[in-house]
């Protein structure tokens, strides 16, 4: 079992930047993903990271504004959100594979998931 808790998440003015932080427990997990989802849509990925942090992957409706890092020494995973539009306002998911290194883009490439965290960005 991978246990995962994410923090950071709070109100911000378009234009501005947020740090999401999802700190991960007990076994040790593969590919890493954030997910978000805004009141009456689906589930959006947003990015991943390798099991490394080598390799990333990001939807092109944050490509270049999001950067996701991770630090498996602290099993942490990042999510740097700039240039926050209201659009960007969801609560957001970090979420855990328990097998396979590749970065899956599906929520339900995912086995593991965290209780989420809301991110208003006013205008």
């Known amino acids: 079992q991978v246990q995962l808790v994410e923090s950071g998440g709070g109100l911000v003015q378009a234009g501005g930047s947020l740090r999401l932080s999802c700190a991960a427990s007990g076994r040790s997990s593969y590919a890493m993903g954030w997910f978000r989802q805004a009141p009456g849509k689906e589930r959006e990925f947003l990015g991943g990271?390798?099991?490394?942090?080598?390799?990333?992957v990001y939807a092109d409706s944050v490509k270049g504004r999001f950067t996701i890092s991770r630090d498996n020494a602290k099993n942490t995973m990042h999510l740097q959100m700039n240039s926050l539009k209201p659009e960007d306002t969801a609560v957001y998911y970090c979420?855990?594979?328990?097998?396979?290194?590749?970065?899956?883009?599906?929520?339900?490439?995912?086995?593991?998931w965290g209780q989420g965290t809301q991110v208003t960005v006013s205008s």
């Open positions: 979420a855990a594979k328990a097998t396979g290194y590749s970065i899956g883009t599906r929520a339900g490439a995912y086995d593991y």
């Open positions: 990271v390798s099991w490394s942090g080598g390799s990333t």
